[in-house]
C-alpha cells in the first residue's frame, strides 16, 4: 500500500490539521514501540506475574490460600465462591437450560466440540486443540511477530473465526457445568486447554495476539473462568503462577497496543480499555493493576462521550456493535458498583439511554434488525447468542435499572439475569410489573425511526456510514426499511454473513442492492471497494426534513445525495407514512434530478416466506406458519415487480435463502414512485381491506 493510499485512508470522513498531526505522529511512536517490543519478545514470554510488593513476599502456599480465601475484590454474583448458591437457583428457574448447559460442557471435555458463532457447532480433534488452525480453510496461521501477521489472506480463512476459537469463551460454558455438577472432568479439561492455548502462543507471536481488542475480550473470559476453577482441585500452586503470568502478559500486551486512534476510535479501543479495567478491578495482586484500573475507566467513559451518541445509539451505525458495547458499558458498570469503584451518575443515564435504544428498536417478535455490521461478538458470552438477540441486554437492564418499560413480556428471564446479577437480580426482574408496549420513536442522532403501533412495526433508517464519516461497519443502506406485522418479519435488513473469508459475499451483503431502497444506474449509494471491506464512503449524508408522530398517524421525510456523483445530479427522497387506525405504510419514492436513469426500487424479504406476483401487479408476500401475509401495492410504476434470489444472514458464518422484489424502471428525473404496505392477519380476507388500496390500484392502472 502506498503512503498516499494510507493517508488518503486515514483521512478519510471529518480530519482537522491538528488532529492529523497528532496522528501522524502517533503512528511513529507506535513503530518505534513496535520496535522495542520485537526485540525483547523471548523475555517478554518468559516473564513472570509482576506482583505487588505486599503479594511478591508470599509464599507459593500462602499466595494460593490468599486467593482462595479473599472476599474482595467481587466478581459478578452468579460466579461468587465457586456459584454454589447460584447453582441451586439454576437447578429451579433454569432446568431445561441446566440440561443442556451439562451437555454442551461434556461435548467440549470428551470430544472437543462446541458452538462457533453461526457456524454451528465445530470439532478441534481428539488430541491437543491446534489454536491457530483456521476451522474455515484448514490452513494454519504463523506465529509471527503479531504486528506482521497478514489478516487479509483471501485463501478462505477467516480471521474472524479463529479469534472467536480464541476468545476462550467457551471455558466458561466448562466452568458453569462445573459450578452446577463438581464434576472434575470439566475442571480438569479447562487446565489442559489453557496450558495447550498458552504453548502454542507465545506473548506477542501469531494472530491471537494481533488484535488488542481480542487479547482484552480473551481476558475477560479467563477472568470469569477463574472465578469458577479457583477452588477446583487441580488448583495448584503452579498453576496459579501460570494463571497469573498469563493474566499479566494480557495486561502489559493490551497496554503496549492500544487500538487508538487520535481521528476515530471504536469497538476495538473499547475493548482494550475494558478489559485492562476488568484486569486492574478483579487482580489487585499484580503491580500494574492500580494503572490499569484507572487508565481503564478513565478511557472507557471518555469513549462513551466519544462512540455514545445523544439518542444512546453507538455511533458505528450498527446494531450489532451496538449490542456489543452496551455489554461491555452495563458489565463493566456493575463490576465497578459491586467492588466500590465509582462511575458518574450521568454515565449511568447514558447507559439507560443506549438500553431504551435497544428497546425502541426490537422487533415485536423480540429479534433485532442488524442494521450495519454484525459479527455476532459478545463479552462475556455466558450463553452464546445469535446476532439479532438483544433483548436479554434489555432485561438485564430493567433489573438493574428496575424499570419496567424495559420488561418485555413474551420473553423469559434469561440466564445472565442469575450469573451477573445474582439471585437478587432475577427477583427484582421477576417483581417488576410489564411496562407500557413500545410506541413510534425517533432518534435523530442514529438515524433511526420506528414507526409502531401494537403488532405493526417498521423501522426507517436514515443514518450514515457511522464513526463520522468514515464508515467501517456501516452498509449502503439509506432510506431502507424494515417491516414486521401480525407477528411476523417480513421486510429484513439481510446482515452480514462473513467478513474476510469471502470478499465477494462481503461486499453484496452491505449493497445498495441487498437492502429496501432505491437504486440508481446500478451505483452504489457510498463508495465501496471489495479489497477494503472495512472502508465505505458517506457520500449519501441522509438527513431527515421531517418527523411528526401522533396517535393516529406517523410521518417521516427523509433524503440522501448519494447519487449527486452521477452526470446529472440526483436526490432520492422519501417519504414514509404510517396509518395506524387503517394498519397500512405508505412509501413514496421522489427521485429529483433530471436526465434518463435505471431506477431499481426493491424490497428485501426475510427467509422462508412465501411470495407471488399477482397479475394486478400486487406482491403478495405470506408467511406460511402464522398465515399472516403483506400486500405490497405499487404506483407510479409501469411494470411488473421481479423477484430476485438474494440470502439473508442473522448469525455471523450462516446464511439463508431469500427473496427480493424488484422494480426497474426505465424513465426520466423528477420521477416519483410509491407503495402500500398493507399487513393480513391469518385468515383476514382480502376483500374486507379492499376499500383501502383499490383507490391505489386504480391509480396504477391509469398511470400504466
Same mark, same amino acid.
Given at each position: 500500500?502506498?503512503?498516499?493510499?494510507?493517508?488518503?485512508?486515514?483521512?478519510?470522513?471529518?480530519?482537522?490539521?491538528?488532529?492529523?498531526?497528532?496522528?501522524?505522529?502517533?503512528?511513529?511512536?507506535?513503530?518505534?514501540?513496535?520496535?522495542?517490543?520485537?526485540? =525483547?519478545?523471548?523475555?517478554?514470554? #518468559? !516473564? $513472570? @506475574?509482576? /506482583?505487588?510488593?505486599?503479594?511478591? +513476599?508470599?509464599?507459593? %502456599?500462602? *499466595?494460593?490460600?490468599?486467593?482462595?480465601?479473599?472476599?474482595?475484590?467481587?466478581?459478578?454474583? =452468579?460466579?461468587?465462591?465457586?456459584? #454454589? !448458591? $447460584? @447453582?441451586? /437457583?439454576?437447578?429451579?428457574?433454569? +432446568?431445561?437450560?441446566? %440440561?443442556? *448447559?451439562?451437555?454442551?460442557?461434556?461435548?467440549?471435555?470428551?470430544?472437543?466440540?462446541?458452538?462457533?458463532?453461526?457456524?454451528?457447532?465445530?470439532?478441534?480433534?481428539?488430541?491437543?486443540?491446534?489454536?491457530?488452525?483456521?476451522?474455515?480453510?484448514? *490452513?494454519?496461521?504463523?506465529?509471527?511477530?503479531?504486528?506482521?501477521?497478514?489478516?487479509?489472506?483471501?485463501?478462505?480463512?477467516?480471521?474472524?473465526?479463529?479469534?472467536?476459537?480464541?476468545?476462550?469463551?467457551?471455558?466458561?460454558?466448562?466452568?458453569?457445568?462445573?459450578?452446577?455438577?463438581?464434576?472434575?472432568?470439566?475442571?480438569?479439561?479447562?487446565?489442559?486447554?489453557?496450558?495447550?492455548?498458552?504453548?502454542?502462543?507465545?506473548?506477542?507471536?501469531?494472530?491471537?495476539?494481533?488484535?488488542?481488542?481480542?487479547?482484552?475480550?480473551?481476558?475477560?473470559?479467563?477472568?470469569?473462568?477463574?472465578?469458577?476453577?479457583?477452588?477446583?482441585?487441580?488448583?495448584?500452586?503452579?498453576?496459579?503462577?501460570?494463571?497469573?503470568?498469563?493474566?499479566?502478559?494480557?495486561?502489559?500486551?493490551?497496554?503496549?497496543?492500544?487500538?487508538?486512534?487520535?481521528?476515530?476510535?471504536?469497538?476495538?479501543?473499547?475493548?482494550?480499555?475494558?478489559?485492562?479495567?476488568?484486569?486492574?478491578?478483579?487482580?489487585?495482586?499484580?503491580?500494574?493493576?492500580?494503572?490499569?484500573?484507572?487508565?481503564?475507566?478513565?478511557?472507557?467513559?471518555?469513549?462513551?462521550?466519544?462512540?455514545?451518541?445523544?439518542?444512546?445509539?453507538?455511533?458505528?451505525?450498527?446494531?450489532?456493535?451496538?449490542?456489543?458495547?452496551?455489554?461491555?458499558?452495563?458489565?463493566?458498570?456493575?463490576?465497578?458498583?459491586?467492588?466500590?469503584?465509582?462511575?458518574?451518575?450521568?454515565?449511568?443515564?447514558?447507559?439507560?439511554?443506549?438500553?431504551?435504544?435497544?428497546?425502541?428498536?426490537?422487533?415485536?417478535?423480540?429479534?433485532?434488525?442488524?442494521?450495519?455490521?454484525?459479527?455476532?461478538?459478545?463479552?462475556?458470552?455466558?450463553?452464546?447468542?445469535?446476532?439479532?438477540?438483544?433483548?436479554?441486554?434489555?432485561?438485564?437492564?430493567?433489573?438493574?435499572?428496575?424499570?419496567?418499560?424495559?420488561?418485555?413480556?413474551?420473553?423469559?428471564?434469561?440466564?445472565?439475569?442469575?450469573?451477573?446479577?445474582?439471585?437478587?437480580?432475577?427477583?427484582?426482574?421477576?417483581?417488576?410489573?410489564?411496562?407500557?408496549?413500545?410506541?413510534?420513536?425517533?432518534?435523530?442522532?442514529?438515524?433511526?425511526?420506528?414507526?409502531?403501533?401494537?403488532?405493526?412495526?417498521?423501522?426507517?433508517?436514515?443514518?450514515?456510514?457511522?464513526?463520522?464519516?468514515?464508515?467501517?461497519?456501516?452498509?449502503?443502506?439509506?432510506?431502507?426499511?424494515?417491516?414486521?406485522?401480525?407477528?411476523?418479519?417480513?421486510?429484513?435488513?439481510?446482515?452480514?454473513?462473513?467478513?474476510?473469508?469471502?470478499?465477494?459475499?462481503?461486499?453484496?451483503?452491505?449493497?445498495?442492492?441487498?437492502?429496501?431502497?432505491?437504486?440508481?444506474?446500478?451505483?452504489?449509494?457510498?463508495?465501496?471497494?471489495?479489497?477494503?471491506?472495512?472502508?465505505?464512503?458517506?457520500?449519501?449524508?441522509?438527513?431527515?426534513?421531517?418527523?411528526?408522530?401522533?396517535?393516529?398517524?406517523?410521518?417521516?421525510?427523509?433524503?440522501?445525495?448519494?447519487?449527486?456523483?452521477?452526470?446529472?445530479?440526483?436526490?432520492?427522497?422519501?417519504?414514509?407514512?404510517?396509518?395506524?387506525?387503517?394498519?397500512?405504510?405508505?412509501?413514496?419514492?421522489?427521485?429529483?434530478?433530471?436526465?434518463?436513469?435505471?431506477?431499481?426500487?426493491?424490497?428485501?424479504?426475510?427467509?422462508?416466506?412465501?411470495?407471488?406476483?399477482?397479475?394486478?401487479?400486487?406482491?403478495?408476500?405470506?408467511?406460511?406458519?402464522?398465515?399472516?401475509?403483506?400486500?405490497?401495492?405499487?404506483?407510479?410504476?409501469?411494470?411488473?415487480?421481479?423477484?430476485?434470489?438474494?440470502?439473508?444472514?442473522?448469525?455471523?458464518?450462516?446464511?439463508?435463502?431469500?427473496?427480493?422484489?424488484?422494480?426497474?424502471?426505465?424513465?426520466?428525473?423528477?420521477?416519483?414512485?410509491?407503495?402500500?404496505?398493507?399487513?393480513?392477519?391469518?385468515?383476514?380476507?382480502?376483500?374486507?381491506?379492499?376499500?383501502?388500496?383499490?383507490?391505489?390500484?386504480?391509480?396504477?392502472?391509469?398511470?400504466?
Amino acid at each position: 500500500m502506498t503512503i498516499f493510499t494510507k493517508m488518503k485512508r486515514m483521512l478519510r470522513g471529518e480530519v482537522n490539521a491538528r488532529t492529523a498531526a497528532l496522528e501522524t505522529r502517533r503512528r511513529i511512536e507506535v513503530s518505534l514501540a513496535r520496535r522495542s517490543e520485537r526485540a =525483547g519478545l523471548s523475555q517478554l514470554d #518468559r !516473564q $513472570p @506475574a509482576r /506482583l505487588s510488593d505486599q503479594f511478591s +513476599r508470599l509464599s507459593a %502456599a500462602e *499466595l494460593l490460600a490468599h486467593f482462595r480465601s479473599r472476599q474482595r475484590p467481587e466478581f459478578f454474583p =452468579g460466579f461468587a465462591g465457586g456459584a #454454589r !448458591q $447460584p @447453582a441451586a /437457583l439454576h437447578q429451579t428457574l433454569f +432446568r431445561d437450560e441446566r %440440561a443442556q *448447559l451439562t451437555i454442551q460442557a461434556t461435548r467440549i471435555a470428551n470430544a472437543h466440540c462446541w458452538s462457533l458463532l453461526g457456524l454451528g457447532e465445530k470439532c478441534f480433534g481428539a488430541g491437543e486443540i491446534d489454536w491457530n488452525l483456521d476451522p474455515l480453510s484448514g *490452513l494454519d496461521w504463523p506465529l509471527s511477530y503479531h504486528a506482521d501477521v497478514n489478516l487479509f489472506r483471501n485463501d478462505g480463512s477467516d480471521v474472524r473465526v479463529v479469534w472467536e476459537l480464541n476468545r476462550l469463551a467457551h471455558l466458561i460454558t466448562l466452568g458453569r457445568a462445573y459450578a452446577i455438577t463438581d464434576d472434575p472432568t470439566f475442571s480438569a479439561e479447562f487446565f489442559r486447554q489453557v496450558a495447550g492455548w498458552r504453548k502454542q502462543n507465545p506473548v506477542g507471536r501469531g494472530v491471537n495476539w494481533n488484535c488488542a481488542m481480542e487479547v482484552a475480550l480473551r481476558a475477560m473470559n479467563l477472568l470469569a473462568a477463574f472465578e469458577l476453577f479457583l477452588r477446583a482441585p487441580q488448583m495448584n500452586e503452579a498453576e496459579l503462577a501460570e494463571l497469573l503470568k498469563m493474566f499479566d502478559q494480557h495486561g502489559a500486551h493490551i497496554r503496549r497496543n492500544l487500538e487508538f486512534s487520535n481521528i476515530a476510535t471504536s469497538n476495538h479501543y473499547l475493548s482494550d480499555v475494558a478489559g485492562l479495567l476488568w484486569l486492574g478491578v478483579m487482580l489487585p495482586e499484580l503491580e500494574a493493576a492500580r494503572d490499569w484500573r484507572e487508565f481503564g475507566l478513565r478511557e472507557l467513559v471518555n469513549e462513551m462521550d466519544k462512540q455514545v451518541l445523544p439518542d444512546g445509539a453507538d455511533y458505528e451505525a450498527s446494531t450489532g456493535y451496538h449490542r456489543l458495547k452496551l455489554e461491555l458499558f452495563l458489565y463493566s458498570f456493575v463490576l465497578c458498583h459491586l467492588n466500590g469503584t465509582t462511575v458518574e451518575e450521568k454515565y449511568w443515564n447514558k447507559l439507560r439511554g443506549m438500553i431504551g435504544y435497544v428497546h425502541a428498536y426490537l422487533r415485536p417478535d423480540g429479534r433485532a434488525p442488524l442494521i450495519g455490521d454484525s459479527d455476532s461478538g459478545q463479552a462475556l458470552p455466558i450463553v452464546r447468542r445469535a446476532g439479532d438477540d438483544h433483548a436479554y441486554v434489555v432485561a438485564l437492564g430493567a433489573a438493574v435499572f428496575q424499570e419496567p418499560r424495559f420488561k418485555i413480556a413474551s420473553s423469559e428471564p434469561p440466564e445472565e439475569l442469575l450469573w451477573i446479577l445474582g439471585e437478587r437480580g432475577v427477583r427484582d426482574y421477576e417483581s417488576l410489573s410489564l411496562g407500557e408496549t413500545p410506541q413510534s420513536q425517533a432518534f435523530p442522532d442514529a438515524g433511526t425511526y420506528v414507526l409502531r403501533n401494537d403488532d405493526l412495526y417498521l423501522l426507517f433508517n436514515t443514518s450514515g456510514s457511522g464513526v463520522n464519516g468514515r464508515g467501517s461497519h456501516g452498509h449502503n443502506d439509506a432510506l431502507s426499511i424494515e417491516v414486521s406485522a401480525c407477528g411476523s418479519a417480513f421486510i429484513v435488513d439481510p446482515g452480514s454473513y462473513v467478513y474476510t473469508a469471502d470478499l465477494k459475499a462481503r461486499h453484496r451483503f452491505r449493497s445498495t442492492a441487498y437492502h429496501s431502497t432505491v437504486e440508481i444506474d446500478g451505483l452504489e449509494q457510498n463508495t465501496t471497494d471489495e479489497q477494503a471491506p472495512f472502508i465505505i464512503g458517506n457520500e449519501a449524508a441522509p438527513r431527515v426534513i421531517s418527523w411528526e408522530s401522533g396517535p393516529e398517524t406517523d410521518v417521516v421525510i427523509a433524503e440522501h445525495t448519494g447519487y449527486q456523483r452521477l452526470p446529472h445530479l440526483l436526490t432520492h427522497r422519501r417519504t414514509v407514512r404510517f396509518e395506524k387506525r387503517q394498519r397500512f405504510w405508505k412509501i413514496e419514492d421522489e427521485l429529483l434530478g433530471e436526465g434518463e436513469h435505471d431506477f431499481s426500487f426493491r424490497f428485501h424479504f426475510a427467509p422462508g416466506l412465501k411470495l407471488k406476483v399477482r397479475p394486478d401487479g400486487i406482491i403478495e408476500v405470506c408467511d406460511k406458519m402464522s398465515g399472516a401475509r403483506l400486500l405490497i401495492v405499487p404506483s407510479g410504476i409501469s411494470v411488473l415487480g421481479a423477484l430476485e434470489e438474494r440470502f439473508s444472514s442473522r448469525d455471523y458464518g450462516a446464511k439463508s435463502p431469500s427473496i427480493s422484489v424488484c422494480w426497474t424502471v426505465r424513465g426520466s428525473a423528477p420521477l416519483t414512485a410509491s407503495f402500500v404496505l398493507l399487513p393480513l392477519r391469518a385468515g383476514q380476507e382480502v376483500a374486507i381491506t379492499h376499500k383501502l388500496f383499490a383507490g391505489v390500484s386504480r391509480e396504477r392502472k391509469s398511470q400504466a
